[in-house]
Structure formats: structure tokens, C-alpha cells
């Protein structure tokens, strides 16, 4: 069995303890905060309720606790306030991750990491910068959650399980990304042939439009926060999905962020396409044969988060 470190125990790295704990994906689990009443309360609140399945050790720990970790997941920063822009909230989370990355990454220099704080294509960016670790160790959770969000979403919509949809979401983890219809699938069949097909076979079905998808996957984020105040429940399931893909015995292809060396015409950011990860980490990016468009909206993305790292002092 693995070995998982955890920083920071606000709501999101709190919820990825929990869905580990009841999951046989590690038989040691550490979680780190800064708070230590917030991060033994959490780590107690768990236990508890760990009768229920095998043995499993959790502690609130520190950085020597996190020797020997397969695998590290930093989830500290703080949430966006009213007023703040995107440029302040990156620059103060970039400083919470300088004061993180010496410590940790002298605990652990072998493991595999998952970025998960906000704004994850930047944090990935300086973590990849100021770590001194080689990249395929490093995993930005990127659009894997916005992806799956999208499978959700063309599923409630055409009333075909999500299993058999194969549909991507590329570039930030945020307001430039998008959509590359032009590789998105049902079970081999692309999409736009898909509705057709159905409509042969009797099936009521409407075709979705492209443009309110891509406004249901970015904003869902801002309407959870708006509703409940957080989300977390929906990102740490996909981070415990990374987490399986790093210890599975063969790798898997999913959207996360990654630094870019000249793929698509981007170099010098990190960003989200298609890779292959697992066990020893981000092997490679996956080409995907995207429309001259598509590409475009790729580098527009790309420059988006140029401009914001631009913008901040590492």
C-alpha cells in the first residue's frame, strides 16, 4: 500500500483525506496545516469513522512525518475574497507555496506531486520553477474536474452514461478555457455524427449547444461557491482519481497541467492537454489532431497565463 501527504486542511484538502480514508488507495495518510487545532480536529473527525474498513494510519503530521510519501498533494492557499483580482490572489499563493516547496520537497524528493491550489496553471508553473524536481514528478490537477464536468454535462443532456463520453476540456483551469468539439466522442462515434445516428434509430435527441456547455463548465464552480460557499466535494474525488492513476500498475491519459516545451507552438507554461501519467509520473503529452481554431484558443489561453505570470515575483 502507498503513502499520501496532504498540506493544507481547509475544505478541499480535508474532503481528499476523507474520500481517501474510505477508499484502499493508501494505508498512510498525512495531513499538514499550519492551524494544528484545524488539522488535529479534521484528522480525529475522520478517524473515527474508520472502523469501517481495514487499518488505515492517519495522522496530523509535519514535513518529517512526510518521509517516504508516494505521493504529495498540495491543496494550501487562501479562496479569492470580494475585491481581490486574479493577480493578487496568484501572488499571495504563490508566496504561501515558496514557504512550502523547500521543506517538503527536502521530505520527499522522490514523490509524485498534485497541485491543486488556486490558480492551479500558475501554481503548477512556480512550483515547476522554484522545486528543483524533475517535471514528470509534477501533476497540476488542471481541467481534469472541468472535464469531467463537461462528461456530466453531455450526459444529462443526451442520456448516455458518462463512462462512454470521451470529451476533453484544454487549456486554463478557468475563463480561457475550451472545448475541442472536433475530438470529442461517444463510445468512437463523434459527436456531431452521434446526433444523426440517434435520429435514425428513433431517438429524440437535441443537439447541444457548444457555447452553453462551455459557460456550464466554467461557471459551476462559481455557482457551487455561490450557493454553499466552497467546493470541494466534486475536486477531491478527481484528485483521489489522480491519486489511483499514479499507483495504477499501467498509465492512463488525462487533461492536467503540465509545463509546455513547444507542443501546439506553447512553450514556457503550464497549461492542460491530454497525458500520459502513472506510476512514474507524467511520461508525455498525447497529441491530439485539433483544428487550426482550436489551436488558437489554445495559445490564447496559453498567453492568458503568461500575462498573469508576467505579473507576479517568484
Same mark, same amino acid.
Given at each position: 500500500?502507498?503513502?499520501?501527504?496532504?498540506?493544507?486542511?481547509? @475544505?478541499?484538502? &480535508?474532503?481528499?483525506?476523507?474520500?481517501?480514508? *474510505?477508499? !484502499? +488507495?493508501?494505508?498512510?495518510?498525512?495531513? $499538514?496545516?499550519?492551524?494544528?487545532?484545524?488539522?488535529?480536529?479534521?484528522?480525529?473527525?475522520?478517524?473515527?469513522?474508520?472502523?469501517?474498513?481495514?487499518?488505515? @494510519?492517519?495522522? &496530523?503530521?509535519?514535513?518529517?512525518?512526510?518521509? *517516504?510519501? !508516494? +505521493?504529495?498533494?498540495?491543496?494550501?492557499? $487562501?479562496?479569492?475574497?470580494?475585491?481581490?483580482?486574479?493577480?493578487?490572489?496568484?501572488?499571495?499563493?504563490?508566496?504561501?507555496?515558496?514557504?512550502?516547496?523547500?521543506?517538503?520537497?527536502?521530505?520527499?524528493?522522490?514523490?509524485?506531486?498534485?497541485?491543486?491550489?488556486?490558480?492551479?496553471?500558475?501554481m503548477t508553473y512556480v512550483f515547476t520553477k522554484i522545486s528543483g524536481l524533475p517535471?514528470?514528478?509534477?501533476?497540476?490537477?488542471?481541467?481534469?474536474?472541468?472535464?469531467?464536468?463537461?462528461?456530466?454535462?453531455?450526459?444529462?443532456?443526451?442520456?448516455?452514461?458518462?463512462?462512454?463520453?470521451?470529451?476533453?476540456?484544454?487549456?486554463?483551469?478557468?475563463?480561457?478555457s475550451f472545448i475541442p468539439w472536433s475530438c470529442a466522442y461517444i463510445s468512437g462515434v463523434p459527436i456531431k455524427e452521434y446526433y444523426d445516428l440517434m435520429r435514425e434509430k428513433g431517438r429524440d435527441i437535441v443537439e447541444i449547444n457548444e457555447d452553453e456547455m462551455l459557460t456550464y463548465v466554467q461557471k459551476s464552480g462559481g455557482q457551487v461557491i455561490a450557493k454553499k460557499g466552497a467546493t470541494f466535494y466534486a475536486v477531491s474525488?478527481?484528485?483521489?482519481?489522480?491519486?489511483?492513476?499514479?499507483?495504477?500498475?499501467?498509465?492512463?491519459?488525462?487533461?492536467i497541467s503540465t509545463m509546455m516545451h513547444g507542443e501546439y507552438g506553447i512553450e514556457d507554461v503550464c497549461l492542460s492537454t491530454l497525458a500520459l501519467v502513472g506510476p512514474d509520473g507524467v511520461q508525455c503529452k498525447v497529441p491530439m489532431r485539433l483544428t487550426d481554431a482550436e489551436i488558437e484558443q489554445l495559445k490564447a489561453s496559453a498567453d492568458a497565463l503568461k500575462n498573469v505570470i508576467a505579473q507576479i515575483e517568484l
Open positions: 500500500m502507498s503513502k499520501i501527504t496532504i498540506i493544507g486542511a481547509g @475544505s478541499v484538502g &480535508a474532503t481528499i483525506a476523507y474520500a481517501l480514508s *474510505g477508499d !484502499d +488507495i493508501a494505508s498512510e495518510i498525512v495531513l $499538514i496545516d499550519v492551524n494544528q487545532d484545524k488539522v488535529e480536529g479534521e484528522v480525529m473527525d475522520i478517524l473515527q469513522g474508520t472502523c469501517f474498513r481495514t487499518p488505515i @494510519s492517519l495522522i &496530523a503530521g509535519t514535513y518529517e512525518d512526510a518521509v *517516504g510519501s !508516494d +505521493i504529495v498533494i498540495i491543496t494550501s492557499g $487562501i479562496a479569492r475574497k470580494p475585491g481581490q483580482t486574479r493577480i493578487e490572489l496568484a501572488q499571495t499563493n504563490v508566496e504561501i507555496l515558496k514557504t512550502i516547496t523547500p521543506d517538503i520537497t527536502r521530505a520527499c524528493p522522490n514523490a509524485l506531486y498534485i497541485i491543486v491550489s488556486n490558480p492551479v496553471d500558475v517535471e514528470n514528478q509534477i501533476i497540476g490537477s488542471g481541467t481534469i474536474l472541468d472535464s469531467a464536468r463537461l462528461r456530466f454535462g453531455i450526459s444529462e443532456r443526451l442520456k448516455v452514461a458518462q463512462k462512454n463520453i470521451h470529451a476533453y476540456v484544454f487549456g486554463e483551469h478557468g475563463d480561457t474525488t478527481a484528485v483521489c482519481n489522480l491519486c489511483e492513476i499514479c499507483l495504477a500498475a499501467s498509465d492512463s491519459i488525462v487533461t
